[in-house]
């Protein structure tokens, strides 16, 4: 258990996957204030989580020791300056968004010397997250030993270049997105030719993890890989979804570092 205040502003997905995983080891905070200006996603987050408190105000969870800012960057330097005199010059702001850097969160809370963003996914709700940080210049040894133990909980945590984060915001952050609808129609496909739900949990799971890590682990070339298997029946689409992939994240990574 946590002796530390946590701050939670944004009631959204984000909060919700990283309450779970303290929940998930049972090491939810005793202290924890969650802020939005949309009722409903509080109380929904209220009724997963009871022993937090909600709010409409973002300055209440401002005060608290680690202040967790999950926040799309259209509205997240409007927050800043609505909590800026409520962050004690102690507390560590953990940001959870792209685009926004270090440096602008600093411009905007000039007492804050502690700041670190984290680009969370979505295996975080069950501690197997792949979350990149990057700390501010002066960051205190101690504190981020402190805080790395925090995110051990919710998974890997590698520290990594600031620049880079929207990269792994593509890649790690929404990487899941790209392939669970093709998984979960593979399920459904192999259950009406016959395979039962408990043959289907370990199946499939098995053939994703053998298949990541005959691309990654095996010395073969890409080329190689793919020769493996004889059949491709999705050989005559492959341009199109290669062609798909390409368009829409090199129109979304232009998006997030304009």
Known sequence: MFEKSFGF?????????????????????ANVVVSDPNNEALE?????????????????????????????????????????????SESVIISLAPKISIEKIQSAIPQAKNIVRMIPNAPTYINKGYNPVAFSKDFPKEDKVELKKLFSIFGEYPEVNEYDLEAYAITAAMGPTYFWFQFNQLKELASSFGLSEKELNVTIPAMVKGAVETMFASGLSIEEVIDLVPAKPLAEDESTIKSIYKTKLELLFAKLKS
């Not at 502003?9 to 905070?29: F, T």
């Not at 105000?57 to 799309?72: E, Q, R």
């Open 44 to 88: 929904k987050l209220k009724a997963q989580f009871r022993k937090i408190s909600i709010t409409n105000d973002n300055t209440k969870p401002a005060k608290c020791d680690y202040v967790f800012i999950s926040l799309h960057p259209p509205v997240f330097i409007g927050v800043l300056n609505e909590i800026k005199e409520s962050i004690c």
């Open 9 to 29: 502003i944004g009631g959204g997905r984000v909060d919700k996957i990283l309450l779970h995983a303290l929940s998930n080891k049972g090491m939810m905070p």
